[in-house]
């Protein structure tokens, strides 16, 4: 089990409830005016990020502000702005690999060190990027397990553990080389049809193996489906609902997701996972946590 | 005018295209396919188009539908890039450079671009087959039509057999648990590596 700026992720089945991410400034986010500069609609983002805040106190299940930037500059103002508005942990993301570099000294400079996850290590992070992290004071990050040479379980782990022939050396060694001592593990899903299936059976595989919390952006799958995308809202809200919890199910410790406006329906359907899965290891002695949707919903 | 396959020669198959994905089927008789990368764009003419998000499993897709039919011969790349994934560089590299020994594409400035479902033989078929018209960054619907419509008429259908991408399949492993299998209680157990649930043994001394 890891603490991040408070919050408890892994443990056994129904110990702790899940930590639910929600991104927010995420690329074509509509809230966002300029995504360089990191303009945005304050009074929108606050109004997410608030309603967040109060689905996690109603359903006691804890939630990270997934924050995506373009630039260092954009990062900066949502880190200000976050700063005002959110107090839980954060996650830092984005697709330039500079820019996260940046995202690792930034947290630093300003104090969020302790309470910021990276997003993420992985076979694609470089030396300067690894350099930057290892400069930092971040100590929690994302591992993304995905191998594009074998995306199955033994794929996966062999990413994590070493031996993965893309990389000198496996993530879980490589984060603790880089001062990381909170370490997630996410196998990177990939859409359905190319092995998003995999992805669960690696989360119970991981979670037992290496004793780490475990959990994905499920969301992706759904997201990537194109038969899905001609259907209406309250389908695709469905499937995304289900998918959340199966990841769950399969011993699932977070959940990135995906676009912070969908809290108003996965943190109810996480919450109901969490709670069926509490009580179907009632009798092994896996007591739930205090503020454990269990105690608060039923 | 452009000449069609003949009827002794398909140039694709009828369940074309093999691959699913998020694009469009136009006119697969025609000769070029369009890769919009990060753009949702309406493309007229084309046999095929759709955008590619991703460095590897989007590039491995767009190789296989294309090289499984014969009558494409230009692939253009249009619209805005993917940031940080970079397929249309990715795509770039690949028919330039081809894979190295650990299916990294040679030269790809994009995250994780490696290929894992494609033989090398089907990369020489799509460096063989055809040819990428780099227009990356462009939006403009009306100008795409406009390249395309060109293009349309500039080549022959490649003059093989379509090439069908089988995937490749590897022996599975097996990954020792250890001692972390899952107790469900009552004398019940869950390989997690298998996901098999299955009743405990009890050694009797």
């Known amino acids: 089990m890891v603490n991040v700026g408070g919050i408890k992720l892994g443990g056994q ?39 967040q805040a109060e689905l996690s106190e109603e359903t006691g299940t804890p939630a990270v502000l997934h924050l995506y930037a373009r630039t260092i500059e954009a990062l900066e103002r949502y880190l200000a702005f976050a700063d005002l508005t959110w107090a839980g942990p954060i996650i830092v993301d984005s697709a330039d690999a500079a820019v996260r570099a940046g995202a690792a000294a930034l947290v630093s400079e300003l104090g969020y060190a302790d309470k910021t996850i990276y997003n993420s290590i992985s076979v694609a992070t470089s030396r300067m990027e690894a350099q930057a ?133 996965i943190f109810p359907a996480a919450a109901m996972a969490d709670i069926l899965v509490a009580e179907a290891v009632r009798d092994l002695d896996n007591e739930p946590a205090a503020n454990h949707p269990i105690h608060r919903l039923v | 005018m452009t000449e069609e396959c003949s009827s002794q020669r398909k140039c694709f198959e009828e369940s074309w295209p093999p691959v699913r994905g998020e694009y469009v089927v136009g006119d697969p008789n025609a000769r070029v396919a369009v890769v919009t990368l990060a753009s949702q764009l309406h493309v007229r003419g084309s046999a095929i188009s759709g955008p590619c998000k991703t460095e590897n499993l989007g590039v491995e897709k767009i190789v296989a539908n294309v090289v499984s039919n014969c009558n494409i011969r230009f692939i253009l790349l249009c619209g805005a890039e993917s940031k940080g994934h970079l397929p249309g560089n990715t795509l770039l590299a690949l028919h330039r450079n081809g894979i190295d020994e650990q299916g990294r594409i040679v ?7 490696f290929i894992q479902n494609l033989a090398p033989d089907a990369i020489l ?36 057999e379509p090439f069908q991408v089988v995937k490749k399949k590897s022996t599975a492993k097996v990954i020792s648990a250890g001692e972390g299998d899952l107790l469900l209680g009552s004398g019940v157990v869950m390989n997690t590596a298998t996901w098999l649930v299955q009743a405990e043994v009890v050694v009797e001394c």
Not at chain 1, 17 to 40: P, S
């Open chain 2, 125 to 160: 078929r799509f460096q063989e087959q055809v040819q990428l018209i780099d227009f990356i960054g462009l939006e403009d619907e009306a100008k795409i039509a406009e390249l395309v419509e060109i293009y349309n008429s500039r080549a022959e259908p490649y003059p093989r």
């Open chain 2, 107 to 113: 030269g790809s400035k994009g995250a994780i671009p």
């Open chain 1, 133 to 265: 992290i290892k400069e930092s004071e971040v100590d929690s990050a994302i591992l993304l397990a995905y191998n594009p040479t074998d995306c199955r379980v033994d794929g996966m782990l062999q990413v994590l553990e070493g031996g993965a022939a893309m990389a000198e050396k496996g993530l879980i060694p490589l984060a603790e080389d880089l001062g990381i001592t909170n370490k997630l593990i996410d196998p990177g899903v990939v859409p359905m049809g190319s092995g998003a299936g995999a992805s669960l059976r690696f989360s119970t595989v991981a979670k037992a193996k290496l004793a780490l919390p475990v959990g994905s952006g499920i969301h992706n799958a759904v997201s990537a489906w194109p038969w899905l995308r001609q259907k209406d809202k309250a389908t695709k809200k469905c499937c995304d609902g289900a998918a959340s919890a199966m990841q769950i199910l399969a011993a699932g410790d977070f959940l990135l997701y995906g676009p912070i406006e969908n809290a108003e329906f």
């Open chain 1, 13 to 51: 089945p129904g110990e702790n409830a899940t930590v639910l991410c929600g991104t927010i400034f995420y690329q074509g986010h509509k809230i966002v005016q300029d995504e360089e500069q990191g303009a945005f609609d304050r009074a929108a983002a606050e109004r997410l990020i608030a309603r």
